[in-house]
């Protein structure tokens, strides 16, 4: 036997990229794209026989098929954006915010009951300033409550705000059992339906014109919060290293409570946005898992609400035509989720070639790492 | 590289609950032919069948028996009237009761449905909302109950005499429970009832179910456990093991899942005397030996009805209710375990039903507070309505939706805050 003990190439390995150049990225990205359009047409294909081609238009008529569709996919974009928004400094903080959905539904709680009780005893601009108000409250004390425990005794904030939306969706019940219409029936319905009071106004001529509004309002603030504000600057080190964060004379309590009062913050006013402006009423089903959807969007996005924008109207696309599908070629709502799945694993994947390179057996190395 | 590994997992689980929260989203979708994108013009006046447009709104898809039995019904009653299922009826699956419904309403009456249906109660208030908008389309909420109040000339309301069938599958649970007491396996003649929610719409379908079981069964008494959902095969599964605990022999529903009925099978296999009254579908596959027989609605006759006065242009009424007699309204078939002469009997109470000779709520049936009813003006929602004449409570004649919300002598509700 030899002792020279030969260093035996694997197959495969990977490696870490030093560096990346944009358009390789993006390159990257869009055959990612590609690929799982492929695969979920031979998905199609193979379970269904049918033209994968004509699936895709029908997704896309879904979508945006009439005006007033192209409509609804926009105020759900913007709806799920909004909530993106909010996770975005607590995420790049890297202070896990399970707790979305809960923050909307307490902004959407409070909202609807500002709407019942105050509904045509207040002028509409006066009645929907004070829904804002209290919906941002209201999620910023959601935010905080966890926030303050972390910052203190050093809780798990997963678990946390995790909890905090059980809690949430218990107080969204107590809430339609108060205020269910007719008694008994578990539904609110819709609120204010003959006198309006409280909805969002028409802006621009268009009903969701103010939704559109405050989020582009929200997008271009949050990008500037977290890229040119000090505030921004001290969420980037937490999040990079708390010790250094520490090192460097940043009061790790502060800014915990005071990132997770704006998380919140903009979580309820979620909620304000989806009772006021597209429900106009109050279920356990207002947030409907889209605070956890929305961490995709931050994440992916890299927390830059731009980007964010883009993969908002992603996701809302390849809802609405998932359903779509469902009803024009008879094919189960499952199937639709298939192709969502296969999308997003694919799109979630490149990401990871985009920070690594596979090195096969016997290839140079090139331009050493 | 740890980091970024838990946020791959993590991203990773957020596919899994993106995926797994899609389903409830709902939204819009398309006509099944796909074919022509040119919606007919909302004003049309349709003057045949040829050109009438149909629209449906379900809540969830055929996995669900109630929303099953509205397919079917929809579908056999656009069939019978000799219109073509795969151009003139448009059904959107998965609806939740929410601003979707608005959304799916609207882009129905968009792509040129004349007339547009919802299935569930709490898909009313967006169809009311977008009978608002629409005035030319007729909008139609089955089980509701706001259209004769809302004023709208285009807004509808349809609920089939569910009460009946509850009544006479009440009389095939009372034989049963007769025969078990005559053998005496049973001495307590305790009966169960797994509601959805409480108000008039279950409470008279579990009161009709009691008046049933007493007609046979005089000194019968009856709890009703709540589950606060539709659809919950564990709560509703509980809920009967809850009851059977206490010692009921009968469990009856008014909830939309097979959970009770599996959990009364399991219960019978065990040694346990108890036996099943289902609800929507036939639950013999799941409870083929306790399951005697559910009461059914048979929504096609409703349906037809409804398009015939349509397509014929006549005024359709903002409320149209009808039972045994128009065919609304049936049990399914009885399970193997029902007492011998139970045919015979269910005969018997559908021709007193069908004649008139027999009134469910006849107010010798019942007592509230020990004191029999002459008159009761509090129905909610009825605006002080009398419901009482002649000695019988007159269900679903004022309005298609029920109305009768009075708790009788003999029942209890065991979890109504």
Excluded at chain 1, 252 to 268: D, E, N, Q
Aim: hydrophobic share 45%; aromatic share 10%.
């Amino acid at each position: 036997m030899s002792v020279h003990v030969s260093h035996k190439e694997p197959l495969l390995r990977i490696a870490k990229r030093a560096s990346i150049p944009a358009w390789k990225a993006w390159l990257i990205r869009i055959l990612s794209v590609v690929l799982a359009l492929l695969l979920s047409g031979a998905f199609i294909y193979a379970i269904t026989g049918l033209n994968p081609v004509e699936v895709y238009k029908a997704m896309a008529q879904g979508a945006f098929g009439s005006e007033r569709r192209s409509w609804v996919t926009i105020r759900d974009a913007m709806m799920l954006l909004c909530i993106g928004i909010g996770l975005a400094p607590a995420f790049k903080m890297r202070f896990w915010n399970i707790g979305a959905e809960g923050q909307i539904l307490v902004g959407g709680c409070a909202t609807a009951g500002f709407m019942i009780y105050f509904g045509g005893k207040l002028p509409t601009p006066v009645l929907l300033l004070l829904m804002a108000a209290v919906s941002l409250i209201a999620g910023a004390v959601w935010g905080i409550v966890p926030a303050i425990f972390k910052a203190r005794w050093g809780t798990n904030e997963t678990l946390f705000t995790l909890m905090m939306n059980y809690v949430a969706i218990q107080i969204t019940s107590y809430c339609v059992a108060l205020w269910e219409n007719p008694v008994g029936s578990n539904t609110v319905g819709v609120i204010n339906q003959k006198t309006k009071a409280g909805w969002f106004p028409e802006l621009f001529g268009q009903d969701y014109g103010l939704n559109v509004l405050i989020v582009a309002v929200l997008t271009v603030g949050m990008f500037l919060y977290l890229r040119y504000t000090k505030q921004g600057y001290e969420i980037a080190v937490v999040g990079e290293s708390e010790n250094t964060a520490r090192y460097a004379g940043i009061k790790l309590s502060k800014v915990f409570i005071r990132t997770m009062a704006i998380s919140g913050a903009i979580c309820g006013l979620a909620g304000f946005i989806a009772v006021a402006g597209a429900s106009h009423t109050i279920s356990t089903s207002t947030a409907g898992g889209r605070g956890f959807t929305a961490i995709i969007v931050a994440w992916l996005a890299k927390f830059n609400t731009f980007v964010m924008v883009l993969i908002s109207f992603l996701l809302v696309f390849l809802q609405k035509g998932a359903v779509q599908i469902a009803t024009q070629f008879k094919l189960n709502d499952f199937a639709s989720e298939v192709i969502t799945g296969i999308i997003l694993f694919c799109i979630i994947g490149s990401e990871f070639f985009i920070q690594y390179r596979l090195i096969f057996r016997g290839r140079k190395e090139a331009g050493k790492a | 590289m740890k980091k970024k590994l838990i946020s791959l997992l993590l991203a990773g689980a957020m596919v899994f609950a993106l995926a797994a929260c899609g389903g409830t989203q709902g939204g819009t979708a398309q006509t099944p032919a796909g074919g022509s994108d040119s919606p007919a013009p909302a004003t049309d006046t349709p003057a045949a069948s040829g050109d009438v447009k149909v629209g449906a709104i379900m809540l969830h898809d055929e996995n669900s028996g109630y929303d099953m039995a509205h397919i079917e019904g929809i579908t056999t009653a656009c069939e019978e009237l000799g219109l073509d299922v795969a151009s003139q009826l448009v059904i959107k699956y998965n609806i939740p009761e929410d601003e979707s419904c608005y959304d799916a309403a609207v882009d129905l009456a968009e792509e040129g449905c004349d007339i547009i249906f919802s299935d569930s109660y709490g898909h009313q208030t967006y169809m009311q909302q977008a009978a608002e908008e629409y005035e030319d389309i007729i909008f139609v909420s089955c089980t509701g109950d706001l259209a004769a109040a809302s004023g709208l000339a285009n807004f509808k309301n349809i609920f089939p005499y569910t009460y009946e069938s509850r009544y006479v599958s009440g009389v095939v649970a009372g034989m049963k429970l007769k025969e078990l007491m005559d053998a005496g396996q049973v001495t307590d003649p305790y009966v169960g009832y797994v509601g959805a929610y409480p108000y008039a719409e279950v409470v008279s379908g579990y009161t009709a179910f009691f008046l049933g079981i007493r007609s046979i069964v005089p000194e019968a008494h009856m709890d009703v456990q709540y589950t606060n959902s539709w659809y919950d095969l564990t709560k509703e599964g509980e809920a009967a093991n809850a009851l059977m605990s206490k010692g009921c022999v009968i469990i009856g529903q008014h909830a939309d899942s097979t959970g009770a009925p599996s959990a009364v099978q399991k219960a019978l296999d065990s040694g346990k005397v108890a036996y099943s009254v289902g609800y929507n579908v036939d639950m013999l596959s799941v409870a083929p030996t306790a399951a005697l027989t559910s009461a059914q609605n048979v929504w096609s006759v409703l349906y037809k009805a409804t398009l015939e006065k349509f397509i014929n242009g006549e005024e359709i009424p903002a409320d149209y209710a009808c039972g045994y007699a128009e065919g609304a309204q049936t049990i399914s078939a009885l399970g193997e375990s029902c007492a011998e002469g139970t045919q015979d009997k269910v005969d018997e109470v559908w021709a007193g039903l069908k004649d008139g000779s027999l009134n469910i709520f006849d107010t010798a049936n019942f007592t509230v507070g020990g004191e029999t009813l002459s008159s009761y003006t509090d129905s909610y929602g009825m605006n002080g309505a009398e419901t009482i004449t002649d000695g019988v409570f007159h269900e679903s004649v004022i309005r298609s939706a029920p109305y009768f919300d009075l708790r009788i002598d003999g029942i209890t509700e065991l979890n109504n805050a």
